[in-house]
């Protein structure tokens, strides 16, 4: 009964989303007060029947319901119950519910937080979303039904794919989705400021929270799943430049290039058409990441799904969406004023500098992640793309970048001077230079690379720094200096942790690459290992058993000077459903390094309670670069949390009322 | 330092050896087992080092997206042997890569070969921030002699005000 209620719940959330999608847009564009109002209700009643959806699907994994197809797929009656409710995402079907799910909510909090938003404005950007949900709702109706049933129903399930049985994957998909999907929201202001016309520092202003929000999910998600692969894959990597990676990492540079030109469009109201075409790109390739990972033109470790149909809905949905709103973008773009006059050094033209270099990065991305698909579709052979290539033409593109971090913050709005900054800069400079050159010396090894990543890393928290004492001291007016600090905005607070949050990102990076040891060992119980001033103590491998696998489980102990520090358990898992053994590896975390152990093969395979094979690693100051992402989204946290978006919610209503009504 | 360093002395590979056959005659007659330097599964760590350096330039095959040198699966292990009796016969990285490239295909290496069919790959993003580069200084000359200092409107002017107001409360 359930699974019946949660497809007809999709199917009325269908109607309801074009109804969303048409009669609000067609209200705004002729002024029908009626139209418009009713975009607001429209995006609850959608919100909550998705959810309904959502709950129905949630429901029948819990309980167990094989006679529905989805859940017979993905789950089983020995998987415990938070991973129960994980599988809902586990597979193609469930991922795009969830893709909904999310987007809906996107939606209410647009409803929910726009009360000083004219409603004109409101029932555009609820209608635009209102369209992007009614096609995936489509999609889902048409091609991928969750709600399948199975008739007759199956004993058992086949189970989850035990790489996603693990905490990090409850919580990376919905994490990721939030951002991929929230850059929806800030496509759905650009469409809507495209089709009112009204392309003025007012729309950036609006849109630029919800960006930002966004960004802080992506940041967010990103690492997570950075994070889970670097435990759960077991071979110690935390980037593969996998082409699921890159789709996720494609918005987040756009996304990244969003967020500073729409500071530049609302402080400044030049850039706007750039704002406005870098927010419809970074939704068109959330989309084209949707695309890529669920359509199975790739074939790597996220993506399940292999029919061509769903391949062909979603590139057409894609033609659609990018297509319809390019044109608008041609139609409209030129139009609108260029904004105000500025010099060819000034902070616009930094801040454009570096949109160009987050820009070029992802085309760069996203040409080594297409390239091997259109060679092989021209029949020209079969290339792969990897690792090598993306580190070799990513990597100079970031130098650049970070040095500009360091001087844009000091660039005067309208005309700087080269002259002027580098006589603020100099000293910033010169100590990045001295630290950062001859802090590899102390990891006992010299290395170019390494010494110029943490010349940047430091030159990015010297100048932060810098930048700050400056501007306490400029708005001090006789006050004391903490008195000053306490001052300050949060959004710039915000933006100096997140520029911090990549220097951190970037000395974990050069110190991990640089300096880390692991070595592939043959271990006898009572053999030791030492690497990296660690020494590991093998103590043999027991049996375990767990809820729905069997684990072959290491008994290591780390000790340090001769001194035991804890004992660490790697595993490696068979799960009763599946063939493949599933390594778990063990690490003590530490501030300035992790040591990492996982198990590889036992030596002789008829005895698993003799020698291993074992892999271990000191891996220096790699918890930094998650670190550093957590920092980078702190920072979007602490710019939300500002006081004018605090204000304007409360105060700006009539103001932003006035002015509507003003211009209407 | 632990008192086993001067077991993993790759100079002294006699005793080693010997050291080994100690230690498992002793495991063989006295019980518990003694603690010892685990074996790496590597005769040589320069030998080691190559190989790891080889493989994480080499696609595993059978796997979904791994290199060779992380991948856990038989036929990556069958063929990290491989490349490490090559080094052990004294071939060039550059030959180990060929005679994988000659079996597989460029398929198999992660570094696609320069050819015609790559030059696209390989120079795109080089054209693509020369161009960008070149499009912004463009863009900003013409910008800037399309821009004149014009007046404000009327509506401009008090949204300005209103701005003003707003952001001079925080700043």
Known sequence: MLPELGQFALIVAFCVAVVQGVLPLVGAHRRQLRWIALARPAASALTLLIAVAFGCLTASFVQNDFSVLYVAQHSNSLLPLPYRVAAVWGGHEGSLLLWVMMLALWMLAVAAFSRQLPDAMVARVLGVLGLVTAGFLLFILVTSNPFDRLLPGAEEGRDLNPLLQDPGLVIHPPMLYMGYVGFSVAYAFAVSALLSGQLDAAWARWSRPWTTAAWVFLTFGIALGSWWAYYELGWGGWWFWDPVENASFMPWLLGTALVHSLAVTEKRGSFKNWTVLLAISAFSLSLLGTFLVRSGVLTSVHAFATDPRRGIFILAFLVVVIGSSLVLFAWRAPKVGLGGRFGLVSRESFLLTNNVLLVVACASVLLGTLYPLVIDALGLGKLSVGPPYFDSVFAPLMIPVLFLIGVAPFARWKNASIAELSRTLRWAFVSAAIVGGAAPLLMGEWKPLVALSLVLAVWIVATAGLNFVVRVQSTRAGRPFMAACRQQPRSFLGMHLAHIGVAVFVVGVALVSGYQAEKDVRMDIGDTVEVGGYTFRFGGVRTEEGPNYTALVGDVELQRSGRVLRVLHPEKRSYVSSAMPMTEAAIDTGFLRDVYVSLGEPIDRARPDGPWAVRVYHKPFVDWIWGGCVLMALGGILALSDRRYRLAARAAAPVAGVADQAKA | ?171
């Open chain 2, 1 to 171: 330092m632990t008192p086993f360093v001067w077991w993993s002395s790759r100079a002294d590979r006699y005793s080693w050896w010997l050291a080994l056959f100690a230690v498992m005659a002793s495991l063989a007659v006295f019980a518990p087992a003694r603690a010892k330097e685990a074996a790496p599964l590597a005769a040589d760590e320069a030998v080691e080092k190559r190989l790891v350096a080889i493989a994480s330039e080499l696609r595993c095959l059978v796997c979904q997206n791994e290199s060779l040198a992380g991948s856990h699966a038989e036929l990556a292990n069958d063929l990290r042997r491989e490349i490490r009796t090559m080094i052990g016969q004294g071939r060039s990285d550059r030959e180990i890569l060929d005679f994988m490239v000659s079996r597989y295909g460029d398929f198999v290496l992660y570094r696609p070969p320069l050819k015609l069919t790559t030059i696209l790959l390989w120079f795109g993003p080089v054209v693509l921030l020369l161009g960008g580069l070149a499009a912004l200084v463009a863009y900003l000359r013409r910008r800037n002699r399309q821009v004149v200092a014009a007046p404000l409107s009327l509506e401009e002017q008090g949204e300005a005000e209103r701005l003003l107001n707003m952001e001079g409360e925080q700043q």
